[in-house]
């Protein structure tokens, strides 16, 4: 995602790269580097101790520990990082919590922020974040991160570490859009690639035979803790404990309501009351039953319940078991309407700040939709 103005413009951000010790230009000018030169980028100022030169002359030499502020398109900024002994100043500062994500923030009018500099905020410790850029609308900033009095409407790209918490930081920042990690911490790129080709390479492994899921992907873990890509803690804090405990509940009911002999009550109800009025009608009763379930408890426990209704249908009206089947697997899978339906429906309800309402709006139309068409189908096809 990149970031954009309201007139669609990119938007033009101000941020601080320290030259190291590897760095191949120092001794050299800024002319010798290309410093100069760079497409959609500006050298806006150079600090070396507390001397601030603005404008650059091209024949300034390089010195090691120097600070450049580079104005422009921050993806163009970000790609600087591939420029050996050019790191963004704020990487060592986000370092020390081990970011795990870019945001785009902007200042509130009501921040606690307004009108003091950023270095006087003790921002890293505040807010569990480091300060990677600047924007400022209509405004070409020339200090230091550090330096700059923070204002209403200033955009701020943060490295977030995982103690941030978006919910104790609404009154001082509007969070705009999460960024791509990898314009900023190289490293993240290719810790994706080695995930992604120990995922495949399970895959193969379980395709083959070799070892069984929980074998295959259980060791994929532990290599991507062994290879540092992940923490037993990170681990930790992405077990949905909740979706676990509330699947294994619903099973639970699933088996008492089958037991208790409500499953035959709920065949015998069907079919006096809308077997008479024709065998689509019946069909439509299944679904409506089969899908009313599976939006409080998981599909599975829905079909195991429902599938032994559809089968006494079956056997009562002499019809097949199967097209009967396929309505209770389908029913029950189509879970839009509640986020207790099904475990995705979980997992996104609270990362994605959806209410209940938000799945009855869509969820209930998807409803409609599926339960038609597939209540047709499987009648035109099969009866």
Known sequence: MKPH?????MREYLCEFKVGSDYPYIGKTLKQAKLRKLEGVFLASLFRGSEQFTPVPSSMVIKEDDILLFSGDITRISSLQKTKGLKIAAHEEAGQFQYMKVIEAAVTPRSSLLFRKVKETDFRSNYHAA???VHRHGKHLQSKIGDIVLKPGDILLLAVGKEFKKETSRIDFYFLSQLDDSLFDPSIRKKGWTS??????????????????IEAYGTAVLLLCLLKIISINEIKSFIQWNVLVLIASSFGIGAALANSGLAEFIAHFILNTFAPLGLFTMILALYLFTNLLTEFITNN?????????????????EIPLLPLAMIVSIAASASFATPIGYQTNLIVYGPGGYSFKDFLKIGIPLNLIVMAVAVSAVYFVWF
Request: proline share 2%; net charge negative.
């Open 196 to 213: 992604l080709f120990l995922l495949g390479f399970m895959a193969l492994l379980v395709i083959a035979d070799i070892l069984s899921i």
């Open 5 to 9: 103005d309201e007139e669609g413009a």
């Open 131 to 133: 300060i990677l850029a």
């Open 301 to 317: 426990a829905a079909a195991v319940i429902m599938f032994p209704i559809a089968y006494k249908l079956s056997l009562i009206q």
